[in-house]
């Protein structure tokens, strides 16, 4: 599978933000979006996963998605991506096990393929450091505790493409190595991940693209 951006032009509002913008991300790779504040990161991010329209240029899916869930006939990034933005995501009354149950039975259903929605959330809880805190209500964690519970959703229902935005705020050093191990295990997968991020990422396979210069590096 290929992510193929192509000629993009951003706006928002009456402003552009960013023009010319073209990449071709390939399986098993990441993109890191480097740039200083409003250079259109965010931006790049949701007119990839959808959430806005580029007023130039096409951004569209080449090949198949292989292992993971759902399909994209249409070459729509949004049916097979994850977008994980500033806000967590969770419900602070519910505890860290029923935050991923919910999201694992709303993004992928009941059943993923052998794997029961209780065999997922485990596997998120473990992979993310979160099983000690499973039965804790989520208004109790810390900032850091609740990025990681935002960022497990990622492990609870398979998706080729991560779109990450700055996802390492708030987060400790053993944490930034939980995140990272958890990224180089989906790109091992054969997965792709975009990433906004002020802070350089120590991932095994990585391109980088400071916006503004439309220019992507390996």
Known sequence: MQLVAENLTLERGARRIANGVSFVLESGTALLLTGPNGSGKSTLLRALAGYLRPS???VKLRGESGAFEGSSESGEVAEVCHF??????IKTHLTVKENLAFWATYLAG??????TTADRVEDALEQFALDALAEIPAGYLSAGQKRRLGLARLAVAKRPIWLLDEPTVSLDVAS??????AIDAHLKAGGMAVIATHL???LASVQSM????AQVSA
């Open 176 to 181: 930034v190595k939980v995140l990272t191990d």
């Open 110 to 115: 009941p059943v993923d393929g052998k794997q």
């Open 84 to 89: 994980v933005g500033h806000l967590d995501g």
């Open 200 to 202: 350089p990422m120590e």
């Open 56 to 58: 130039e240029g096409t």
């Open 210 to 213: 400071q916006l503004g210069r």
